[in-house]
Nanobody, 117 residues
Framework: QVQLVESGGGLVQPGGSLRLSCAAS????????MGWYRQAPGKERELVAA???????NYADSVKGRFTISRDNSKNTVYLQMNSLNPEDTAVYYC???????????WGQGTQVTVSS
């Protein structure tokens, strides 16, 4: 089992920034890709950004140039730096991690991000 604990969500004004963190524990030695999804009210969950164990990254078009994903393998932690936030970024953000050859997927509990004036 892999446990994922997110932190860093909250309320921010348009144009502001937030940094999300996700710490993994448990069976961490087999971790592969990690990333962030988000789900806004009434919408499907969507991929925001992903990062491989080697550091290659992938972003949704809607966040390119504004969000940056990174990971610290020594701390088993993945980060999402979010800049130039706008109300359309309001959602629950979920950390995701893939384990082993079978790429078993684990989810965090989610953290709310609200962008509003």
């Amino acid at each position: 089992q892999v446990q994922l604990v997110e932190s860093g969500g909250g309320l921010v004004q348009p144009g502001g920034s937030l940094r999300l963190s996700c710490a993994a524990s448990g069976r961490i030695f087999g971790l592969n890709d990690m990333g962030w999804y988000r789900q806004a009210p009434g919408k499907e969950r969507e991929l925001v950004a992903a990062i491989t164990s080697g550091g290659s990254t992938n972003y949704a078009d809607s966040v390119k140039g504004r969000f940056t994903i990174s990971r610290d393998n020594s701390k088993n932690t993945v980060y999402l730096q979010m800049n130039s936030l706008n109300p359309e970024d309001t959602a629950v953000y979920y950390c995701v991690a893939y384990y082993g050859v079978a790429r078993v997927r684990y989810w965090g509990q989610g953290t709310q991000v609200t962008v509003s004036s």
